[in-house]
Structures are given as C-alpha cells and as structure tokens.
C-alpha cells in the first residue's frame, strides 16, 4: 500500500458526456474527500464522506456532480452533462479521524479532466 | 470574506540558499493552519500543521512560525535542494469547521536551480 490512488490520471471527454473518477483511499482510513484544483490556484473543497457517510458538500457542487462511497472504501465522483468549466485537477484525499487528534489528510495524484 | 493570500507568487533560488514564504490571512477564529507541498501533477503532502496557540513547527529542514496577532505565517527552507521545487500551499482552518469553509491559498510556486 501505499498510498490514494486515482483512476484515470487523465480524462479528456466532449461537452456534455459524463465521466465518473474513481478513488482509493488509504486502506484504513474513515475519511475520503474529493477536493477540485485549477490551474495557480489551491484545491477548493467539493464533498467528504466518514465511512459511506456523505457528511458534507460544497456549495460548488451544482447538481451535475454526484459522489458515493458504497461500502465506505473506495469512492467515485461523476459528472454529468460536463462543461468547459468543469476542466480541472480532481483531489482525493483520506485521513482517519482519532477523536482529539489532528488528522492528516494524505492525497492521491489527482486525475485531470479537460472537456472541449 | 476568509481569505488567505500568500507571497510570493513565485521564487528562484540557488540550490544551497535559504528562503521564506509568507502567508497572510483574515480568517478568524481559526482550527489550525497548515503547510502543504505540491509537486507538479501530483497531490498535496502535509508538511506542517499547527494549532492557533502553536508559534512554530519544523519538519526536517522546514520551518513554519505563526504570529495570530497579526495573522501571518511563514515557511521557511534551509540548505534548499533541487527537489524542493514544487507549490507550497498555506491552509487555514476556520474553527469549529465545515470542511466547506476550509481556505487553501493560491501557493507560492518555488524552483530551485543548480
């Protein structure tokens, strides 16, 4: 093991096809989260999940963006009807939360989308 | 509007120099505020995280201090190496959060040259 892993590492697709990223996490972990990069910019936060639990989601994420954790391991992100703004880096991260601990969120190489 | 700025936007410098990266933020009251490194297509790798009341934190030849008064922190590299080029993220943590409102800034790209 090794570390969170993402599949593809890129993906380029048409406007208005929809795609879907897979993610796995570090085995142990309880906490997954999908975070969207652009170019010279930090990672926004999309959505996180505790186990299969959606927890959160950002208000970035239109209703096109759906995120599942089906059996609290590994997780996808799909896109629907995808834009030209959708092109972005796609984070994944996971981290397992200790109850009064810092937790360190430990990132997997990201798969990057360019819709034309 | 939480924001965190850092500077500067991008550095060169000599493989063997020190340098210090500087991070500027309005959030308030704040978790904690972390350092990350970003080599080019790759994840972010959490270099340092330290809480509010936390004025410094090293992790081998990185330094991270914190001032909360005037809400600025910075990272800096010793003895730098080729293999510190990369992004260096500032994040902040608002208190009490909603990963939602979790700031990452725009990074400070570094390129060390030989």
């Known amino acids: 093991d090794t570390g969170v892993s993402q599949d593809p590492r890129h993906k380029i697709t048409k406007r208005g096809q929809n795609v879907t990223f897979r993610c796995d996490p570090i085995?142990?972990?309880?906490?997954l989260y999908w975070y969207r990069q652009t170019l010279g910019q930090g990672p926004e936060f999309l959505t996180y999940?505790?186990?299969?639990?959606?927890?959160?989601k950002s208000r970035l994420l239109s209703d096109r963006f759906s995120a599942e954790r089906p059996k609290g391991s590994f997780s996808t992100l799909e896109i629907q009807r995808t834009e030209q703004g959708d092109s972005a880096m796609y984070l994944c991260?996971?981290?397992?939360?200790?109850?009064?601990?810092?937790?360190?969120?430990?990132f997997g190489p990201g798969t990057r989308l360019l819709v034309l | 509007k939480n924001q965190v700025e850092q500077s500067p936007q991008s550095l060169i410098i000599l493989e063997g120099k020190n340098c210090t990266l500087q991070?500027?933020?309005?959030?308030?009251?704040?978790?904690?505020l972390r350092w990350y490194k970003q080599d080019t297509g790759r994840g972010p790798v959490s270099l340092t995280i330290m809480t509010f009341s936390e004025n410094t934190k090293s992790n081998g030849r990185y330094t991270a201090t914190l001032d909360a008064d005037t809400k600025q922190s910075s990272l800096h590299i010793t003895a730098s190496q080729l293999s510190d080029s990369a992004s260096y993220i500032c994040?902040?943590?608002?208190?009490?959060?909603?990963?939602?409102?979790?700031?990452f800034g725009p990074g400070t790209s570094l390129s060390v040259i030989p």
């Open positions: 999940f505790q186990n299969e639990a959606q927890l959160e």
């Open positions: 991070c500027n933020y309005t959030v308030s009251p704040f978790s904690n």
């Open positions: 085995s142990e972990h309880n906490r």
């Open positions: 994040v902040v943590i608002p208190q009490g959060t909603s990963y939602d409102k979790v700031i």
């Open positions: 991260a996971s981290s397992f939360r200790r109850t009064g601990q810092q937790e360190t969120q430990y």
